[in-house]
Structure formats: C-alpha cells, structure tokens
C-alpha cells in the first residue's frame, strides 16, 4: 500500500472542526446547537458585494492576475492610506484568504526546521500552516490573568535562536480577543528588529476594536519597512468568510517578490470573489458602526452571562469576536463533547471549542474554552443559560 508522508500524518486536526461529527449526530437526533465554536458571523454581507456579483455580465470566467486585479488592489491600497498604513498597490497580493496569506509568507520566509516564535493561545491553524511548511512553532506563553496581554520581551528573547525567523502575532487576537497597545507593538517592533526577524501581524480582525481602543497595525511602525509583514482577509470584515479572499502585504520587496513567485504558482484568487471583495470597499461607515455596536453588545452580554456562572472565568476581550473562558471541569474537550452527545434542555444544546487545540505547549489549557459570540443576543442569552445548567449536571 502507497505510504502517506509524515508530514501528513503530523497535520493537526483542527480543533474547531473535530467535533463536527458529535454536533452532525447532534442534529440527526433533532436536536437543536448553539454554535459558539466557530468565527462565522451571522452579520449580513454587505448587499454591495452581493449586487455586484449578481449583476455582472461576464462570458468568460477568467483567471485574473496573480497577484489579484489592479483595479482591487489599488482600491485596498487607498483603504489602508485611510487606516494609516501607508502602501501603494505592488505592495499588496491578493490571496484566496488570509489562510493562504499566511502559507505564503512561511513558505517565504522558512526553510523546513526554522522556527516561529508565536504567543500562545494562538490561532489553531497556524500550527497546520507551519506544519506544511516544515516550520517549527515555539510558543511563547501568555497568560489568562493578563488577559493574554503580550508576554515581556525577555520572554521572547529568551526563546531566539539561529533557527528563528520570525514574530508571528494576531492582533486583536484569535481566540483571546487581546487588542495589542502601541507600547506593545512598539516593543515588538525593537525586539525583531534587534534580532533582523520578521514580524508578522495577523490582522485579519483589526475593524473589531471595542471600548474606543485603537487598533494598531504593524505597518504603521516607521523605520520597520523590512521586516513587518500583515495577514488581512474580507472574511471577517465584511462577514465574507465563503468569498476566500485575503491579502499579503509587505513594503519589503524581496519579500514581495518570493510570495509572488508562491501566488504565481497557484495562477491567481477566485475572480467572482474578487469582484464581491473590491465592491466591499465602498461599504458605508454606518455598517462597521452598526457592526461594532452590535459585537459590542454581543461581547458584554456574554461576559457578564460567565461571570455569573459559579466556577466561570473569563479574560475580557477587547477586539474581534472570541473569548477564552475557564471551566469548572478538568478537561473542556470531554465536556464540549458531552454537551453534544447528553446534554440537552428542550432538545437544545451548545457547541464550543475546546481551548488546549489553541496551545501548542502540551497540557495546558485544558480547562479551558474558546466562545465566539458571533450569534444574536437571544441566542447566546440562551446558550448561557445552557451552559449554566451543562456545569451543574456535567460530572467530569
Ligand atoms: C486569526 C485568523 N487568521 C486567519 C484566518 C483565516 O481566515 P480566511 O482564510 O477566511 O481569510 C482566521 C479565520 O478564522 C483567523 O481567525
């Protein structure tokens, strides 16, 4: 028998998506989950981007420019001057989302055994991402008690090696909604550039700020031009996760030239959803400030609900849409399985993702879970409530 490689044997399971069978059982049976496992918004995509797919004449569909249409990308280029990340059109690549983005930029940066240096909890893929591309991840803890605020510089220094290639960051993060201050960044911005590292922002939330924080982008930092790289996508912008358009930028040419080369091979990002995405930019500011009120909302509703539960703790998130909260059980992953399996009130259940799957440091985080509160405010007032009566009937 033709033998799979190791490489593909170490591909980690997703830990958002191992427990879809348990929830596809789930509604075999009838029954009806919460999903508060997974960062797809319920927000409406904005009817722009919809209008210009549906109204479009085309007779061929084409492949595109690799790097994405020109027409787009100076478009995102004018989007970015508004954000204060001031970039011109070559500097960017459109990618089939920020997924690719980010497979583009290890596969640029890292020869097979280079290690990343990433905050952990991180976002899960990532550790599929470095692992396609022979990267090692070492993490580098931050902690619940802060909020999962940046872990002090000699904790990363600590951890360079001639190995290391780069800082990977997500900011605000996925899943620990950490918004990163300037003084952090700062920070960050010294440290790479004392060791000649690559830092590599994962932006693709940077519109979720609350509280009238600022987010600040990596590309913003003077003087860091060669080294900073952004990850950003429609996905979650616009609540356009199933367009798959992402993008790649870089003031840093080489850099720019070798994820050409990455964006060639695979010819160019979907063209429909490149037409959806450039119509996305004239989006109104009332849908972002409707959308933040909304998250906003959504955000203090969820977090005063798990306060209120006995045993819950949560570390407050002040940007995109997800929150680690501490349970009153030894391991989340046999309680989010449970809960899908056992558990229901009125055949209604929850769905959460178990948080170790966002730690690459063994055992840790196992009492832990990743909520997205990505779902109405009766929804998740309810899905609260099914936790609540979940943990006093859960014997784990
Ligand atoms: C932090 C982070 N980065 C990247 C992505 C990838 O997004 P996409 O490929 O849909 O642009 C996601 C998706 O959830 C994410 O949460």
């Known amino acids: 028998m033709p033998r799979i490689s190791n490489k593909g044997q170490s591909m980690p399971e997703s830990p958002i998506r191992k427990l879809v069978p348990y929830a596809e059982a789930a509604i075999k049976k009838g029954r009806t989950i919460y999903q508060l496992n997974i960062g797809q918004p319920d927000i409406k995509t904005p009817a722009k ?89 070492v993490p580098v803890k931050s902690k619940f008690e802060d909020s999962f605020a940046l872990p002090p510089i000699s904790e990363f220094e600590k951890l360079i090696t001639p190995k290391t290639k780069a800082i990977l960051i997500c900011n605000p993060g996925n899943p620990t909604g950490y918004l990163y201050t300037k003084e952090e960044i700062d920070q960050l911005a010294e440290v790479v550039k004392k060791h000649d590292l690559f830092i590599v922002a994962d932006e693709v939330y940077r519109e979720f700020a609350y509280d009238g924080a600022q987010h600040h982008s990596i590309m913003s930092v003077p003087g860091l031009e060669q080294n900073a790289i952004m990850i950003d996508s429609v996905s979650k912008r616009y609540s356009m996760c199933g367009a798959r358009i992402g993008c790649v930028v870089s003031k840093n040419e ?11 091979a695979r010819l160019s990002p979907p ?8 119509a996305a930019l004239d989006t109104e500011q009332e849908y972002f400030d409707e959308v933040i009120e909304e998250y906003t909302s959504r955000r203090n509703t969820l977090v005063q ?17 997800y929150c680690i909260a501490e349970l009153p059980v030894a391991d989340a992953e046999a309680f989010a399985k449970w809960l899908l399996e ?47 009566e979940a943990l006093k009937q859960y014997k784990g």
């Open 49 to 137: 981007a919809l209008a210009a797919v549906k109204n479009n004449d085309i007779e061929v569909l084409s492949y595109s420019h690799s790097a994405g249409f020109e027409s787009y990308r100076t478009k995102l280029a004018a989007y970015y001057r508004k954000h204060d990340i001031n970039i011109s059109a070559n500097e960017l690549i459109i990618t089939t989302g920020g997924s690719e983005a980010l497979m583009f930029t290890m596969g640029s940066i890292c020869d097979a055994g280079d290690e990343v240096i990433i905050p952990e909890p991180f976002y899960a893929n990532y550790n599929g991402f470095a692992t396609a591309s022979g990267v090692t991840v």
């Open 342 to 388: 056992s558990f229901e009130i009125d055949n209604e259940t929850i769905m959460v993702a178990p948080a170790a799957g966002f730690y690459s440091t063994p055992n840790t985080g196992k009492n832990q879970v990743r909520i997205a509160y990505v779902l109405k405010k009766e929804n998740l007032l309810r899905a609260i409530e099914l936790l609540k």
């Open 254 to 264: 080489d850099f720019m030239a070798t994820a050409m080369k990455f964006a060639q």
């Open 305 to 321: 609900g798990l306060e209120q539960i006995k045993g819950v703790r949560v570390a407050n998130p002040k940007g995109a849409f």
């Open 271 to 278: 063209t429909f959803a490149q037409i959806a995405s450039e």
